[in-house]
């Protein structure tokens, strides 16, 4: 079994930037696609970036331009580096990594608030 620890949450100022890791407990990034979802109050989840096992990367378009997802095969870690904080971003943020028919595998989330 596989386990997805996050950190790097906090808050910070509009326009300002935070970088989100995740580490997984044992070297998967050739089987799973990885992601990073978010979930703000009374909303559902949604995908905000992913990476393939192949290294292509897509974004949700409300963060493209200001967020990147990238991962290090040597740590076991996928991050998500957010610069140009909104508001709006504000969400407790998961990551995620998924594998065709096998079980999701989900962090515990961490917190991000975006205000002044």
């Known amino acids: 079994q596989v386990a997805l620890v996050e950190s790097g949450g906090g808050l910070v100022q509009p326009g300002g930037s935070l970088r989100l890791s995740c580490a997984a407990s044992?070297?998967?990034?050739?089987?799973?696609?990885m992601g990073w979802y978010r979930q703000a109050p009374g909303k559902q989840r949604d995908v905000v970036a992913q990476i393939s096992t192949g290294g292509t990367t897509t974004y949700a378009d409300s963060v493209k331009g200001r967020f990147t997802i990238s991962r290090d095969f040597a740590k076991n870690t996928v991050s998500l580096q957010m610069d140009g904080l909104k508001p709006e971003d504000t969400a407790v943020y998961y990551c995620?990594?998924?594998?065709?028919?096998?079980?999701?595998?989900w962090g515990q989330g961490t917190q991000v608030t975006v205000s002044s």
């Open positions: 995620n990594a998924a594998r065709s028919r096998w079980p999701s595998i």
């Open positions: 044992r070297s998967i990034f050739n089987i799973y696609e």
